[in-house]
């Protein structure tokens, strides 16, 4: 069984985390790990900086391998924004649906041929000896003109994933998992810790 702490307080992202890893690890949280009080601020310009720093803050405090995430939504006709501040677009502490609202409106006149986007997605491994590796996963897809499906959650419901035809939003949750940004790091940095 392989432990890692997971640099985040919530048990919804660690709880996806291990049903992508599988029964081989377990998944603690950083209260779990008892850095429950640590708030690491993302203040890095990319996906990168902001995954490993938490990884090495949470590592540091809990002295064991500890696994960070930093991912966000590129659209391609806002030159990649939302970015680093997908979580924020619409300001500090905003709702997903006043992010979408956001995007929607910035979007309104941009035709569906254009709508390029990709969820991008960088882990990062922080380990005792103090060594550092990040990994990084996208998926990619088009922005929707409006909200479809009701699974998921940020910008699932205006994501459109081509292959299936639909949003995020709309897939169950086992094909999200297998597909998603955060999946195709999370297999990356399987593959290395089982070599």
């Not at 409106?105 to 005792?128: G, H, L, N, S, T």
Request: charged share 30%; net charge negative.
């Amino acid at each position: 069984m392989i432990e890692i702490v997971l640099a985040s307080k919530n048990k919804h992202k660690a709880e996806e985390i291990k049903a992508i890893l599988g029964e081989n690890y377990n998944v603690l949280t950083q209260a779990e790990a008892g850095a429950g009080d640590i708030d690491v601020i993302e203040d890095g310009k990319t996906f990168e900086e902001n995954a490993i720093k938490k990884a090495k803050s949470i590592m540091w405090a809990t002295g064991k391998v500890t696994v960070a995430d930093d991912s966000g939504l590129e659209v391609k006709a806002l030159d990649n924004r939302p970015g680093v501040y997908t979580a924020r677009f619409a300001g500090e502490n905003a709702t997903d649906k006043e992010n979408i609202d956001k995007l929607l409106e910035e979007m309104k006149d941009i035709p569906m041929y254009k709508r390029d986007a990709k969820f991008v997605c960088c882990i990062a491994v922080a380990k005792p000896d103090g060594s550092v590796k990040t990994y990084r996963g996208e998926c990619e897809g088009k922005i929707l003109c409006e909200r479809q499906g009701d699974n998921g959650f940020g910008y699932d419901p205006v994501f459109l994933y081509e292959k299936y035809a639909c949003s995020l939003a709309m897939l169950d949750p086992e094909i999200k998992n297998a597909v998603s940004h955060r999946a195709n790091a999370l297999k990356q940095m399987s593959e290395d810790f089982n070599r």
